[in-house]
């Protein structure tokens, strides 16, 4: 009988996170990172974000400068590249560009010699430790920036597995004025069982300041539209503690 008990094709509403309406970290400039490495790609993933509801993206290439001594020129001439191909093809959604600092010696000059940073809106900066080992003097660095007028918005607090055991930390940092940024693809595990849960944890403690994707790829995409629907997800959209939508 089962040919006639034909199964209804299920209805798959299209994931939307246009509520958070800003993405302030990934890495889409093309070719500068370990993000996206030509045009046509970043175009695709630009698209992604239009599809999932987003109003804007800034984009946060890695400066790392070991592996991606990237400077705030090339980061302007890769994002108005990508702006300009947007325009030609007529997508119309509104992309910025800042940075994600990884705190290196690199980073302690560029703060010695007070450059300017890229910023993520007014004083905001993004900055990431390892997420091997905790680099001996990142608070101190960190107070750095902040002497400097600087807010740091910490990426991705919960890939920093070995604070585990020191989840004081977290809190020292908030009340020290520093922001933290949620990867929403944590909450699926897409780093490890251990880095989802602390990234509940966080959540739970109501201590994140942002969502963001930390897109690399389109793979990227797929978690995302699956991260859409999680309640831990709503859990952050109900509290009114996230600031995306401010940027
Ligand atoms: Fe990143």
């Known amino acids: 009988?089962?040919?006639?008990?034909?199964?209804?094709?299920?209805?798959?509403?299209?994931?939307?996170l246009s509520w958070l309406g800003t993405d302030m970290h990934s890495h889409l400039i093309p070719g500068i990172d370990d993000g996206s490495p030509d045009m046509a790609t970043s175009i695709e993933l630009v698209r992604g974000f239009q599809a999932l509801g987003y109003r804007k993206v800034i984009t946060t290439p890695h400066i790392l400068w070991e592996m991606y001594p990237n400077t705030p020129d090339i980061i302007r001439t890769g994002v108005a590249a990508l702006r300009a191909e947007m325009a030609a093809q007529g997508i119309q959604m509104e992309i910025g560009a800042a940075a994600e600092y990884f705190i290196d010696e690199h980073f302690?000059?560029?703060?010695?010699?007070?450059?300017?940073?890229?910023?993520?809106?007014?004083n905001l900066v993004l900055v990431e430790i390892s997420t091997v080992t905790a680099p001996f003097d990142f608070k101190e660095v960190l107070?750095?920036?902040?002497?400097?007028?600087?807010v740091p918005v910490?990426?991705?607090?919960?890939?920093?597995?070995?604070?585990?055991?020191?989840?004081?930390?977290?809190t020292e940092l908030k009340d020290s004025g520093c922001l933290l940024q949620l990867n929403m693809g944590s909450l699926l595990g897409h780093y490890g069982a251990s880095v989802q849960g602390l990234a509940e944890y966080l959540v739970r403690e109501e201590l994140y300041d942002f969502v963001g994707s930390d897109l690399h790829h389109?793979?990227?995409?797929?978690?995302?539209?699956?991260?859409?629907?999680?309640?831990?997800?709503?859990?952050?959209?109900?509290?009114?503690q996230l600031k995306n939508a401010t940027l």
Not at 6 to 11: C, F, L, N, P
Not at 112 to 121: E, G, H, S
Request: net charge positive.
């Open 143 to 150: 107070f750095e920036l902040q002497l400097q007028d600087y």
């Open 1 to 16: 009988m089962w040919p006639f008990n034909k199964k209804k094709e299920a209805i798959i509403e299209p994931a939307d």
């Open 108 to 122: 302690v000059e560029e703060l010695a010699q007070k450059r300017p940073l890229l910023t993520l809106k007014d």
């Open 218 to 240: 389109s793979r990227h995409l797929d978690l995302m539209s699956r991260a859409a629907g999680l309640p831990l997800l709503a859990r952050l959209k109900a509290s009114g």
């Open 154 to 170: 910490i990426a991705h607090p919960e890939r920093y597995i070995y604070l585990k055991d020191n989840k004081a930390i977290f």
